[in-house]
């Protein structure tokens, strides 16, 4: 397994797809899931060395999927980056155990600066 494993979890195909591309790139391998619940179950399967996450998603929110992760023992212990366009969502994300909070739209470079600050 890894040691540059990115789970990219984002609702919007575009985004996932172009952070893929990027980290990609950048020597990291990636794979992505499409709402939280499925977030939370590769998560478990995987184990990625880092979580790069959208706070809203449809079947499980970003932050019910980043509470589950949270109070996991096997998931615990993964930092999770949270996306979100809303500055409002930075406070609640980082109290429920996030790494980092990046505003949406971003500079890959903010992204990637989060990234290798974790793993």
Avoid: C, W
């Avoid at 979580?51 to 949270?70: C, S, Y």
């Avoid at 993964?78 to 609640?92: G, K, N, W, Y």
Wanted: charged fraction near 25%; hydrophobic fraction near 45%; charge should be neutral.
């Amino acid at each position: 397994m890894s040691d540059r494993l990115i789970l990219i979890v984002d609702d919007e195909e575009q985004i996932a797809s172009s952070v893929q591309l990027r980290l990609k790139s950048q020597g990291y391998e990636t794979i992505t899931a499409m709402n939280g619940a499925d977030g939370v179950k590769m998560a478990k399967e995987h184990r990625p060395n880092a979580i790069l996450m959208d706070v809203r998603m449809p079947k499980m929110d970003g932050m019910q999927a980043l509470r589950v992760l949270k109070d996991d023992q096997e998931t615990a212990n993964i930092p999770v980056i949270m996306l979100s366009a809303s500055v409002a969502d930075q406070r609640t994300t980082i109290d429920a155990g996030a790494r980092f909070f990046v505003r949406k739209p971003f500079q890959f470079s903010r992204l990637h600066e989060a990234v290798k600050a974790i793993v």
